[in-house]
């Protein structure tokens, strides 16, 4: 038992600490594809520094759920990390406590509070942000089950550890159609859920068009380092579970040895890397969608989820 709590704390570290990395990695990518030199992959952890050194203002008529969103939406994909195969292919002290249907709850916990939040902090651009979100939420959501009820019937099960052996002892059907479609269902739902391009611009400033971003705009100081920060881990979190579960299981610690946990450090780090690029040219060959052609985008995700879970039988 002290074992695994070892190692589920070892996996919390890593994606604490790797999460402004990986975002940062991201946005050179992207200014790479774009023809500029962009800011420096560290450049996440001067801006959350710099925030935690500023004072936080906070509304006069807010309540205490504008004090307390930015912990559980900072708190919330932490907590998803225990329950994935982030570093390890063997089951860790708290992995069979929910399985990817609780972990899409609690993502969707901590979105939830950051979204009474943008309402309680009285800029009018919060609720207008808010409305937006909720309504890519409430497409989103579905394509998530739909997405979760093929893995199952796939996997036998909705434990990501399950699952991750699944496909690596089933090479037959890590190439099926039915797993293709999950992850080209499951990318769409990352890019939206996270708010890239072509749901979202993550780097535009122009609160009529915000999406994600308008959330955030009443929160100062060390709130809104953690917004930004969860956010980071959020990406990461979701980019595991595509990777380590569903795209790529291999790869990870086969044994507790600080050795083998060391190596899935740098073989995960390799492979996030490589889905950073993909990321980074489908920003960069997009454009971002009007908001009523979202629906479009995110409804062309549901129908491929649909059809993964219609041609299940067929290939098992």
Same mark, same amino acid.
């Given at each position: ?12 570290? @890593? ?66 990390? &225990? ?13 069979? &406590? ?176 490589? @889905? ?33 879970? &219609? ?6």
């Amino acid at each position: 038992m002290i074992q695994g709590l070892v190692l589920n704390l070892v996996q919390v570290v @890593f994606v604490l600490a790797a999460a402004p990395l990986f975002r940062g990695v991201l946005n050179r990518f992207e200014e790479r594809l774009q023809g500029r030199l962009g800011p420096s992959i560290w450049q996440p952890y001067f801006d959350l520094g710099k925030l935690f050194h500023k004072d936080e203002v906070v509304p006069e008529d807010s309540t205490w759920i504008f004090r307390f969103a930015p912990f559980i939406y900072f708190v919330a994909p932490l907590l998803v990390t &225990m329950l994935i195969p982030a570093l390890t292919d063997f089951p860790l002290f708290w992995a069979f &406590m929910g399985d990817m249907v609780a972990a899409g709850f609690i993502l969707g916990l901590g979105g939830f509070f950051l979204t009474l939040a943008a309402i309680d902090g009285g800029n009018p651009y919060g609720p207008m942000g808010t409305s937006r979100t909720r309504l890519v939420s409430s497409l989103v959501e579905p394509i998530f089950m739909i997405v979760f009820f093929s893995v199952s019937f796939a996997a036998n099960s909705t434990i990501p550890y399950v699952v991750q052996a699944h496909w690596v002892t089933s090479t037959a059907a890590l190439v099926s159609p039915t797993h293709l479609l999950i992850v080209a269902a499951f990318v769409m739902v990352i890019l939206a859920e996270t708010g890239r391009i072509p749901v979202d611009n993550p780097s535009g400033h122009f609160e009529l068009a915000m999406i994600d971003e308008a959330k955030t705009l009443e929160f100062s100081g060390r709130s809104a380092a953690l917004v930004k920060w969860g956010g980071h881990i959020k990406l990461m979190v979701l980019s595991l579970v595509l990777l380590n579960v569903l795209v790529t299981p291999w790869g990870l610690a086969t044994s507790p040895a600080a050795g083998a946990v060391a190596l899935g450090v740098l073989l995960v780090s390799l492979k996030l890397v490589v @889905f950073l690029a993909v990321v980074a040219g489908i920003e960069t060959s997009l454009a971002k969608l009007r908001l009523f052609r979202i629906e479009n985008f995110l409804g062309l995700a549901f129908v491929v989820a649909v059809l993964a879970m &219609m041609v299940q039988p067929f290939h098992l």
